[in-house]
């Protein structure tokens, strides 16, 4: 009896717990290391989700910018880092214009539309080339000019007043007119690793392009399809690369 109660009070033995620590340790390896490579996972996820939630708000404002964008109004500046743009406040469809060989005349007629009037407002009738919006020299270009009033005649037709006579160039083949506000142009730019609008950050961790892939890139119209803007961009944080390349068709036309 009491051999037996001296037999079941023995304690372990050396070889038991080296065994145990093996055990534990091997475990031990084995729950760290998955650990591990579970955190590695979920960090890279959600890198990429940051990279691709970032850029998706920043194309969809792009695309909503180009796509009000005034026809022909887009041009690279600084280098082609910069995509510069003129929103379209209003468009609507003029009846009477005054073009060669007609007098000059600061009125012109067009149908109603529903935006308020704003004393910043320029009427803009077919647009060809960037420096018909944006004047290099001289303001006095025959595409774009002051709107000094608007009055609403009837419901069919209201009359145009601008600061002074004038010559538009030529017609719109559509009767086209756009109003723009000659205080607000839209400029986006890749800075380092950032891309801007208006100095606004948009997105960020971008990895710089060579210079003969520019991040911005205006294709004219064809027969077959409007003018395209593209934007070519790769985003990298914590070894998550995301390479994005979007195609966006510019809406409106002279």
Same mark, same amino acid.
């Given at each position: 009896?009491?051999?037996?109660?001296?037999?079941?009070?023995?304690?372990?033995?050396?070889?038991?717990?080296?065994?145990?620590?093996?055990?534990?340790?091997?475990?031990?390896?084995?729950? *760290?290391?998955?650990?591990?490579?579970?955190?590695?996972?979920?960090?890279?996820?959600?890198?990429? @989700?940051?990279? %691709?939630? %970032? $850029?998706? =708000?920043?194309?969809?404002?792009?695309?909503?910018?180009?796509?009000?964008?005034?026809?022909?109004?887009?041009?690279?500046?600084?280098?082609?880092? !910069?995509? @510069?743009?003129?929103?379209? $406040?209003? *468009?609507?469809?003029?009846?009477?214009?005054?073009?060669?060989?007609?007098?000059?005349?600061?009125? $012109?007629e067009v149908i109603p539309f529903n935006e308020a009037f704003s004393s910043d407002w320029k009427i803009v009738v077919y647009p060809l080339k960037p420096e018909?919006?944006?004047? +290099?020299? *001289?303001?006095?270009?025959?595409?774009?000019?002051? $709107?000094?009033?608007?009055?609403?005649?009837?419901?069919?037709?209201?009359?145009?007043?601008?600061?002074? *006579?004038?010559?538009?160039?030529?017609?719109?083949?559509?009767?086209?007119?756009?109003?723009?506000?000659?205080?607000?142009?839209?400029?986006? !730019?890749?800075?380092?690793?950032?891309?801007?609008?208006?100095?606004?950050?948009?997105?960020?961790?971008?990895?710089?392009?060579?210079?003969?892939?520019?991040?911005?890139?205006?294709? %004219?119209?064809?027969?077959?399809?409007?003018?395209?803007?593209?934007?070519?961009?790769? +985003?990298?944080?914590?070894?998550?690369?995301?390479? =994005?390349?979007?195609?966006?068709?510019?809406?409106?036309?002279?």
């Amino acid at each position: 009896m009491r051999h037996a109660l001296r037999k079941n009070l023995a304690g372990f033995t050396l070889i038991e717990m080296i065994t145990v620590i093996i055990i534990i340790g091997t475990l031990s390896a084995a729950i *760290s290391t998955y650990v591990k490579f579970s955190t590695e996972i979920y960090t890279n996820s959600t890198a990429r @989700e940051q990279l %691709s939630t %970032s $850029v998706r =708000f920043a194309l969809e404002r792009f695309s909503r910018d180009v796509r009000n964008a005034l026809p022909n109004s887009l041009r690279l500046i600084n280098g082609n880092q !910069c995509l @510069e743009l003129t929103p379209i $406040v209003e *468009s609507t469809t003029y009846t009477k214009i005054p073009v060669p060989p007609a007098s000059m005349s600061n009125t $012109v007629e067009v149908i109603p539309f529903n935006e308020a009037f704003s004393s910043d407002w320029k009427i803009v009738v077919y647009p060809l080339k960037p420096e018909d919006v944006y004047p +290099l020299i *001289s303001s006095n270009i025959d595409k774009i000019h002051d $709107v000094a009033s608007i009055i609403q005649t009837n419901a069919d037709k209201w009359i145009i007043t601008l600061d002074n *006579s004038v010559h538009f160039a030529e017609q719109s083949p559509t009767q086209r007119l756009y109003f723009v506000d000659s205080n607000e142009t839209v400029t986006y !730019c890749l800075q380092g690793t950032t891309l801007t609008r208006n100095a606004t950050l948009i997105a960020q961790d971008i990895v710089n392009l060579d210079s003969a892939t520019p991040p911005f890139e205006i294709l %004219s119209a064809t027969l077959q399809r409007n003018a395209m803007v593209q934007i070519k961009l790769i +985003l990298q944080k914590n070894n998550e690369t995301i390479t =994005f390349n979007h195609e966006i068709q510019v809406l409106n036309v002279p």
